[in-house]
């Protein structure tokens, strides 16, 4: 059976990551979708065409697509919005964290696998993001862990990533977070080297939290300023070693958040 004789149609919930120009009409456009993972298709004539999809392929959109698969690059069919979140693509701030999400989880994600759980945080998130009352920095703390923690990466927060020894129970005094290791260790595995952050006792019961609470708890809680720089601070540095490079739009944050006060770290 060939496929360009047997189109294939399906649809998704999907929610829009990157928007690609191709030629002078045309665009390329990756979602996440829950069933599929990550896919691409191609939409044509989204440039031009005012009836097809008008105000519809805005970037973090919630949307139900419909994709028609024939040889090569499937085809969008038609896309409704579920939820626009206009309130992220009106705030550059907001725009550049949702902006980060969306290439570390392109860049991490294979086409085709099923991440229902990765659809559902990155749902969560946007939510979130979109909320007035949200800190967006807080809501990047969120995403981060939890998508380390989906990836099977996430950073060992409760035993020493030297020795494994149980560091539930905390001593006063700042814990120290080894980036090679991946995780706090103890005063005897503590290296010397520049790549230890030390951590507040209170910022690393909050990162706990949120590892055990997971999705379904964890967009209740609320850091404070303390716990947010520190948990900033750390999160981008650990998520980028792990991807093996600074994402773009990481840098790109950088330059247009005020700068986290480091002095506690350093
Ligand atoms: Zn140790």
Redesign the pocket.
Known sequence: MTLGAQMIIRKASAILLRKVEYGDHDVVLTFLTPGEGKISAFAKNAKKSVKRFAGVLELFTSLEVVVRQGKGLPYLEEASIVAPYEAIRSDYLKSAYAGYWAEVTIQWLEEGAPQKRLFALFEAALMALHDALRSPGAVSILFQLLFLDIAGCAPSLTH?S????SMEVLSPGRVPFDLERGGV??A??RPESRHHMPLSPGTLKQLRWVLREGLDGAFRLRFSPAAEREGLFLLERFLSRHLGREPKSLSFLWKIRSPLPQGAFL
């Open positions: 020493c030297g020795c494994g020894v260790v103890c005897r595995c």
